[in-house]
């Protein structure tokens, strides 16, 4: 007989090595899944995570993927610690490209190095003040954040849809929903030539290193604990449940937003009606495979990126459908929920019970 | 006290249930080890011990909640397996629980029938069953009522009836009278007796020794896993069955002498104070009044879910009072205070949950002394933890309150439930508070433990600190409070000194005789 038994005491062991056992399951099964659809899986899982990464070029688009990933799953996590769900990233991110964006169309042609700064500044703005509002749904009114921030995604959606369709539609383009290009001066440095990584990397390493100094070392870092481990206790301390939701929305969607940001004035220059590929909804994924710790979530960011090419570069080589990019990631998170159960618990084989 | 029938121990008829060597492990502990008893019928027979002596797992194990590792269970004389709850129930073994197994919104019968797998609770000839067994055995019941409508005795008569109607040869009763008032522990002890002499056995499981010896013919002494005694608890002094319990002489707590309490203004003074409980099974706050004066300790005695809960709640500040001035503090109107402002000004508090209320489970000592230490002990500067000294600061409780844990970075929840309380009650203390609310402080906590605690809050309050105790534990609130009031469905009586009454005066007025104090 198998049993499952409550550990004692968490394992430190399995907390760290649940996400690569799922890594471990995910390759496992997508080898299966493309022997099955009729590849062979050794040269399938080649094209897909390895062949990415041979030259400099896949190395810097890597990072221009991990990037968002990366600061939108740090802000999400501080939220998840403290039991305040922000599903809504992809709106918040949205909104942070709207505002960034809206910058560099607004000093077009009068751009400076003070503008690139200026709109990130202006995306985190726009990220925070969507987020605002479930914060205040929540704490006036009660209201859930998991469905209002994620209701708010597809009102990001679609006040983008019009800004480029509508008002903001680029008079030479043809009749396309997009905006016109971005000034030069309104584009992030790349850093190394023959890459088109930019600027927004060591933006990205920099939040993470902030994110692990604000919870290994802030009161406000140990007041989100709190509250996400034990919300009485919180009480009890006289901790603010109310600031905690106001503070971690504020920091999530600020961060959501500064990914939007970066993404305009990063690889695409202009803004299009989708300018992520569902970043702010993979970052969630991101949060839970990097066990909500920074330095987890830059490895994990680095692997969802890697599945983003990867997905990419197997279509190119392989004629894969891109829809198995969503399969790995699907896949992945599944894994690691259900490897979870091991860092509580652990498996005994019990032969036969004795005669009682 | 007393016992008109011996219990039948002709050595012919086998034991109604015999334990044989019954061992139980658990990561890191042995709960049960070679554990032997005899049952036999028409007795009832105490299972003495601490908490953590393994009463528990021996009760699981014997109805079929948890196996065996190794070990016999004889039923009449054969030997049976017990795998699962309905397989004890069908060999005639029923069990009322310490905390009652009932949905609170469902009726009586309900409850009954879901239990018994009969249906729904409409069934007249359920109905008609349910009346009689409770008029039969004195336990009045209207089985229409909805749960959470009764009150705690009268739940427990539910659990009971229940229990009853499947017939049991075998009772087990687990702290049956940790909730109820003296009054209705005696009308328990009839019902209990009655059925005793009916030819059933009944398993008592309890830590009070008075209890055990007014009721019980034999008793069996747990510790640490093992039997270390049988007897016949009416032949024992409570002294000594404690002292066979925890294993050395037992000490009480430091007995105080009579306090000279301040005449100036009093420190906490509640005035009126009225508040709506926060869930809809709470019990809101009706008009209370007392005050504390520095010096003294002032218990608010209570059968459990009578309004303690929000009164603490308004107290620790975790919920403001509606008005200002219905709470004072040093003369100064707190009710509006929220709990960091009131534990700046000098309240510290104890909340009866040691763990997840009074404790992160998860989180270490060092962050638990923290939790509620971060503002008087100045451990924050500059918005960042000063992780040394809160290091510092929880080594300090932990030596000054003999706390026995692998150092500060423990987890709260790898503590026995004695030794976190004792790390709660010390954070609190050493934080040098005017004035110290303490929610159930030693229950459920062994008996060492407890008398150091009963000891920490007199010397506190010797040193001139005013000290609030809430308990159910009316030998504990005559042992360490000089004044003590009674709280019932919200609202509280007139205190009196507690040299000037007595035990049973106070458990009247937990049934509710009082008139409101003004």
Redesign the interface.
Known sequence: MIAL?R????SRFWLYATPLLAVILTVLSGAILFTVLGFDPIEALTAYFISPLRDSYGLGELTIKATPLAIIAIGLAIGFRANVWNIGAEGQLTLGAITGGGLALLFYGAEGPWLPPLMLVGGMLGGAVWAAIPAFLRTRFNANEILVSLMLTYVAGLLLSYLVTGPWKDPMGFGFPRTRMFGEGALLPTLFAGSRMHIGFPIALATVAGAWFLIA????G?QI??VG??P??A??????NKRIIWATLLCSGALAGLAGAIEVSGPIGQLTPSISPGYGFTAIIVAFLGRLHPLGILCAAMLMALSYIGGESAQIELGLPLAVTGVFQGMLLFFLLASDVLVHYRIRLRLT???? | MHSETSPLTASNTPPRLRLREITKRF??CLANDAVSLDLAPGEIHALLGENGAGKSTLVK?LYGVQ???????EWEGR?V??PNPSAARALGIGMVFQHFSLFETLSVADNVALAMDRGTGRDPALLAEIRRLSTDYGLALDPTRIVHELSVGERQRVEIVRCLMQNPSLIVMDEPTSVLTPSEVEKLFTVLRRLRDEGRTILYISHKLQEIRDLCDRATILRGGKVVASCDPRQETPNSLAALMIGRAFDGPKAGKPVQVGDGVPLLAVQGLSMEADSPFGTSLKNISFTVRAGEIFGIAGVAGNGQNTLLAAL???RTAPRDDWVKFEGHSIGRV????R?DMGIS?V?E?RL????????PLE?NA???G??RWGL?RH???A?GKSRQKAEDVIEAFNVVSTGTGA?AR?LSGGNLQKFIIGREIMQEPKLLIAAQPTWGVDAGSAAAIQSALIELARAGAGVVVVSQDLDELFTIADRVAVIFDGALSESRPTHATSAEDVGLLMGGLFEVAP
């Open positions: 038994e550990r004692p005491n968490t070392r802030s009161f406000i140990f604990k709190v481990l034990t009485p206790a009480g009890y301390a006289g901790f603010s019970r004795e005669a009682v | 990561p890191g194990i196996g065996a590792d190794s070990g016999v269970i030997a397996d017990i620790s500040g975790e929220g709990a960091r402002g534990r508090f909340p949950e997840g209320h009074g404790s992160v489970p998860d989180l962050d923290l939790l509620s971060w503002g924050v918005g960042l933890i992780r987890a790898s």
